[in-house]
């Protein structure tokens, strides 16, 4: 027993990515009030006092020893299903120890710290770096596609070369979000979401214009592919994926017929949107934890100020693109009146004044461009990556409804057991008492899948709220000195007109 | 109701033309306006020593169509016909910010308290700089009479600005109207008759080519400046509301970064208020010179042809006398004519070249100041810019 409970502590420090250590207390504290059926209560009351086993209560209806027995078996590495999620790191599948890592929760919020403090480097110093480039066309009219090239440079291990080139096109990377959103979204984690499908625009690129719009799309759409890339391997546990190391290396990948929005899988995700839509609206949650209420609500909040946000942000882009279109109308017009002007030291200023315009309607497209991939598609972005975030809340909601309804389920078992006992039909009552294992288990499971939720989210979270912090300064800042720098050449210009200016006599 | 009364900003404002009160003994401004519902009320003050007047100084209310009516019985003057006459100042035209403070209203509920008193306080001041407009365009139409030798002995100008009642009683009534819409009809189709008229002086030659195209470039330029300056305040409203989004994130927000999206917030809005003064100069100073030249090029068009249709009148005269010599009747009259049309010509001609020359001398001059000013401020506030957002970089660094 000692043997089994050693190595899963040592699994459950290695692998558990416990949450921030300010919440740490708050964890403890909630986990407490978090349910409300009796018998998980009395295991999580065993389980706050640190250090404790907390499992050797013998009158505790649910077994300590059977679960320990359970947790022997998902603990196995060698276990078919968690096959795939091999890692030398932080990994969720292999978690669900949930009984065992209960206990010696102290010493994993010992050893947190420095787990997040590595993982925060981690983070930030990723040697990783992908770039999507080279749009190209492939075949013609309304059945031809651009591919990407995918360039990936890193010196980590996981990968098998340093620098590894592959082609892509659009629908690849949206099979790549559909098969992690399909791992990972349901145990809580925040998966980036891929860019959007455009018809217009692509339609407009399939027919073969190669008119401005069209370069812009492409440009656009290439710069948010690279965008996602990078977000997705900044997740330590996306960018350990197989899928994902598939993506980036292999040099043929099957085609991901199921992103198409008429076939038989997007078919299917509509009708699962519709049925998540429904559940929500029917699973009250009783929300004892008051960490999650209060993140929904800001969530909530935080959508609606970005997209408030965005908004204005995509006028300013257009607004910006009309001013520049308009002060090079004015600029010709000017050099035209210059042309006309009789008198040649006017003549000469007007055809000055001209130049400035058109370097200034200059400045203001590239203004209008920073203004665009700086601040406006970074709000574009993050509004989807909320809208993940909610979802990943929605899960979670979806975890304790499992769970509740796996409660409700024993129930009935336990009540149906009760009546056999005075029937004697000795053979039924078996099955019965068999069938209340079954639940009981399904009813741990339960338990230990929303408690595992709602670790992850937590975690998630708190790195998301850095990711994010970090980025809107990053970007901030870029923006500002992007607007000196307009500064300067306005100032540069019109210094070099005054004298042309004073000059008319 | 608005007025205005701030003398600096009229030292400002007053660019279009040069400085036109340099005259001592006739000064005319507009200190004061007031603007009711649709009318605006000026109130034109004048300081004179010229002894025709029957007081030193003395102030009158006037009214945007009492100086189309003086505009207009100076343009249907015959002496004046060798002048460039001053164009009219364009009607006050408000529907811009008054459509904008409808939407501003019927909007209200749907932005912060913050933004909408911002907006409002913008309006008010689109309100404001529309205003200045006016008055100093009607201004300038007044002082451009009063800095000319023989418009300011004009008896209708004297009346307009001394007569103590309201000039309703003498303004156009229907006829007079119909008379005047119907003069200037037969005006444009001489336009195309008299473009065809053999011109013999260069001089005038040159003139006709250059302002027959000058005219249709400036019109073009003066449209393109007002399409460009609405732009620059179309882009200080989006500042103006991502300021507004970015302090309604930072409410929510863990204090950190909180303080980090208030000072964007803040420098949003003064980047706004800087981009509105851009756009505010520029007009000023860019804008409406076009505008105003638009008009006096105009003005300067009118006296050709009206220098043209006495050339085509003396043509006539001639072609009369000769006819009259063959049939050998009324030959004394016709001679009588033919002289009259050659003086009428040939004053034309002679005042014609004075103004044109004067005139070309007034558009360099008040081309140089304009451009100079609006440079100047336009090197001033990029400056402001900078710093403003330097300043800001350091203290977000240093966070």
């Known amino acids: ?505 | 109701m608005t007025s205005i009364s701030e003398d600096s900003d009229k030292e400002k404002v007053r660019s279009v033309s040069v400085d036109l009160n340099n005259d001592a003994s006739l000064i005319i401004d507009i200190p004061d306006a007031l603007c009711e519902r649709d009318k605006v009320k000026f109130t034109i003050h004048v300081k004179t020593t010229i002894s025709s007047f029957q007081k030193p100084a003395f102030s009158v209310p006037r009214q945007h169509e009492d100086f189309i009516w003086l505009h207009d019985t100076i343009v249907e003057t015959e002496e004046y016909a060798g002048l460039i006459i001053p164009p009219a100042p364009p009607k006050p035209d408000f529907e811009g910010p008054r459509e904008k403070m409808h939407k501003l209203g019927e909007g209200e509920s749907s932005m912060t308290k913050e933004e909408y008193a911002k907006m409002k306080q913008e309006l008010e001041a689109e309100y404001l700089a529309v205003f200045k407009k006016t008055v100093q365009v009607h201004e300038v139409f007044l002082q451009r009479l009063s800095s000319h030798p023989i418009f300011r002995k004009d008896r209708n100008f004297q009346i307009f600005l001394e007569y103590d009642q309201d000039l309703s009683v003498r303004r156009k009534n229907a006829k007079e109207m119909f008379g005047g819409f119907f003069k200037n009809m037969v005006k444009s189709a001489d336009e195309v008759l008299i473009s065809g008229v053999k011109e013999v002086d260069e001089f005038f030659e040159q003139e006709k080519t250059f302002l027959l195209d000058y005219s249709s470039k400036i019109k073009d330029a003066t449209a393109k400046a007002e399409k460009m300056t609405r732009s620059h305040k179309n882009v200080a409203d989006d500042y103006n509301h991502i300021s507004g989004a970015l302090n309604h994130t930072a409410a929510d927000n863990n204090t950190a970064f909180k303080k980090h999206l208030e000072k964007s917030a803040e420098v949003f809005e003064k980047l706004r208020k800087l981009e509105d003064r851009v756009a505010s100069d520029q007009e000023l100073k860019l804008t409406e010179l076009l505008r105003y030249y638009t008009r006096d090029i105009q003005a300067a068009k009118d006296l050709l042809y009206r220098r043209a249709r006495a050339l085509a009148d003396y043509e006539n005269s001639n072609k009369a006398l000769d006819k009259a010599r063959l049939k050998g009747k009324d030959i004394a009259q016709a001679e009588e004519n033919q002289k009259k049309s050659l003086q009428k010509f040939d004053k034309l001609s002679e005042s014609g070249k004075k103004e044109l020359t004067s005139f070309k001398a007034r558009r360099v001059v008040a081309f140089r100041k304009n451009l100079i000013e609006m440079t100047e401020l336009e090197i001033k506030h990029a400056k402001n810019s900078m710093s403003l957002l330097q300043g800001t970089i350091e203290i977000l660094n240093s966070n």
């Open chain 1, 1 to 505: 027993m000692s043997e089994d409970r050693e190595a899963p502590a040592l699994l459950g420090a290695a692998h558990t990515d416990p949450p921030e250590p300010q919440d740490a207390e708050d964890l403890f504290v909630s986990v407490a009030c978090v349910t409300e059926c009796p018998e998980a209560a009395r295991l999580s009351a065993e389980d706050l006092s640190p250090g404790s086993d907390g499992h050797k209560d013998p009158d505790d209806p649910d077994d300590p020893d059977d679960l320990f027995a359970e947790a022997t078996e998902e603990v196995s590495l060698d276990s078919p299903e968690r096959q795939p999620i091999l890692s030398d790191g932080p990994s969720p599948a292999i978690t669900p120890v949930t009984p065992v890592t209960i206990s010696p929760r102290l010493d994993v919020f010992d050893r947190s710290l420095d787990q997040d403090d590595e993982e925060e480097e981690n983070r930030d110093t990723l040697d990783i770096q992908i770039s999507v480039s080279d749009p190209e066309k492939v075949g013609d009219g309304m059945n031809a596609f651009m591919v990407y090239k995918v360039t990936t440079k890193t010196s980590l291990s996981i990968f098998s070369r340093d620098e590894v080139c592959v082609k892509r096109r659009f629908s690849d990377f949206l099979g790549l979000h559909s098969k992690l959103a399909s791992k990972y979204m349901h145990m809580g984690f925040i998966v980036p979401p891929a860019p959007e499908k455009s018809i217009v625009g692509m339609t407009k690129v399939k027919v073969g214009k190669e008119d401005l719009s069209s370069v812009e799309f492409v440009e656009k759409r290439r710069s948010a592919l690279e965008r996602y890339l990078l977000r997705t391997v900044k997740h330590p546990a996306l960018l350990k994926d197989p899928d994902v190391l598939q993506f980036l290396e292999s040099s043929e990948l099957p085609r991901a017929v199921s992103t198409q929005a008429l076939s038989g899988a997007g078919i299917l995700r509509m009708v699962n949107k519709a049925a998540d839509a429904v559940n929500k609206m029917t699973i009250k949650m009783n929300e004892s934890d008051a960490w999650f209420e209060e993140k929904q609500q800001q969530f909530e909040n935080l959508d609606v100020q970005l997209r408030k946000l965005h908004a204005s942000v995509e006028s300013l882009v257009c607004h910006r693109k009309e001013l520049s279109v308009n002060t090079a109308a004015f600029a010709k017009s000017a050099a035209m009146l210059g042309n006309s002007e009789d008198h040649t030291a006017l003549s000469r200023a007007l055809s000055q004044l001209a130049e400035v315009e058109e370097k200034i309607d200059q400045l203001h497209q590239e203004q209008a461009n920073a203004d665009f991939y700086l601040i406006s598609e970074l709000l574009g972005d993050y509004v989807r990556l909320i809208t993940a975030v909610r979802g990943v809340f929605d899960q979670r909601m979806k975890t304790w409804g499992k769970w509740q309804d796996a409660q409700l389920m024993l129930q009935r078992k336990r009540e149906a057991e009760a009546k056999l006992q005075y029937a004697s039909k000795p053979e039924k009552l078996q099955q019965a008492r068999d069938e209340i294992r079954e639940w009981e288990g399904k009813v741990q499971q339960g338990e230990r899948d929303f408690e595992q939720i709602s670790r992850n989210i937590r975690r998630e979270v708190g790195q998301f709220e850095k990711e994010r912090v970090k980025d809107f300064r990053v970007v901030i800042m870029k923006y500002l000195e992007s607007l000196v720098h307009s500064q300067q050449q306005l100032i540069k210009y019109w210094e070099a007109f005054l004298p042309e200016a004073k000059a008319i006599a």
